[in-house]
């Protein structure tokens, strides 16, 4: 088995990588929505010409 110091290191490393990727896809999805919502702006002024 691993030794208590391993895996306490290896809980502490999981916790880090999902502290870190959960902001960083909710950044995206924000991003990603203001980018739609401009192009259907766009779209929406184009239309309307």
Not at 23 to 39: D, E, G, I, T
Request: without cysteine; aromatic residues 6%; glycine residues 2%.
């Amino acid at each position: 088995m691993l030794d208590t110091a391993i895996s306490i290191k290896y809980m502490l490393a999981g916790y880090a990588v999902v502290l870190v990727l959960i902001p960083a896809y909710l950044a995206s999805l924000v991003l990603r929505r203001r980018a739609l919502k401009r192009k259907l702006q766009d779209l929406d002024e184009l239309a309307k010409k």
